[in-house]
């Protein structure tokens, strides 16, 4: 099993929906949570970050981890076709003074007009 | 604040052909790393440092080479370019004690 399970897609939606993008991971260290978007031929930007289990909201975008399910989540809310662009999660496990993070292989996403 | 800058953009190669990607960054960072990004297959990391003098192997370092001579820059060497290896390369950096990573632009490598 991958550390990091993330669904490529692709996903089609149409403007003004609410987006679920999910990830599940398989080891219980992982303690940092991130969601980073990358539009076409770009490089991946940071778009939220967590630390804990519960739920982040910023603006149109939730972030919500269940660490006890090994699951998180990025909703998007009212979506707009400026969302479209590929989603990656990406975690964090600190241990004994080394850095381990490993990122999810992405989710297409396209919102229609 | 240029951030993560990596040249070319764009590159052909033959096979067997050497050549650099260079990468530099303006925020003293000490970490930098190198990705490549396939379709199907996610970032996975090719080389990292953790500062200047250091580096190490990340998922898939062979046929690449890195040095990290100063704390701005990270060139990532192919030594004999093969088909296998054309993808798109991303740089990027993170503060020692941060936990945001900041990507280049990226670098379409072909090879024919």
């Known amino acids: 099993q991958k550390e990091v399970e993330q669904d490529p897609g692709p996903l089609s939606v149409p403007e003004g929906a609410i987006v679920s993008l999910n990830c599940t991971y398989s080891?219980?260290?992982?303690?940092?949570f991130m969601w980073y978007r990358q539009y076409s031929r770009k490089g991946p930007e940071l778009l939220m970050y967590t630390y804990s289990s519960g739920n982040k909201e910023d603006g149109r975008f939730t972030a919500q981890v269940d660490k006890s399910s090994k699951y998180i989540s990025l909703f998007i809310r009212d979506s707009q076709p400026s969302d479209s662009a590929t989603y990656l999660c990406a975690m964090i496990e600190w241990e004994g003074g080394s850095e381990k993070l490993v990122f999810g292989k992405g989710t297409k996403l396209t919102v229609n007009p | 604040n240029a951030g993560v800058t990596q040249t070319p953009k764009f590159q052909v190669l033959k096979t067997g052909q050497s050549m650099t990607l260079q990468c530099a960054q303006d925020m003293n960072h000490e970490y930098m790393s190198w990705y490549r990004q396939d379709p199907g297959m996610g970032l996975r990391l090719i080389h990292y440092?953790?500062?200047?003098?250091?580096?190490d192997q990340g998922e898939v370092p062979n046929g690449y080479n890195v040095s990290r001579s100063t704390t701005e820059d990270f060139p990532l060497r192919l030594l004999s370019a093969a088909p296998s290896q054309t993808s798109v390369y991303f740089c990027?950096?993170?503060?020692?004690?941060?936990?945001?990573?900041?990507f280049g632009e990226g670098s379409w490598l072909t090879v024919v």
């Open positions: 990027a950096s993170k503060a020692r004690d941060g936990n945001t990573i900041y």
């Open positions: 440092s953790v500062g200047a003098g250091i580096t």
């Open positions: 080891n219980s260290a992982f303690q940092y």
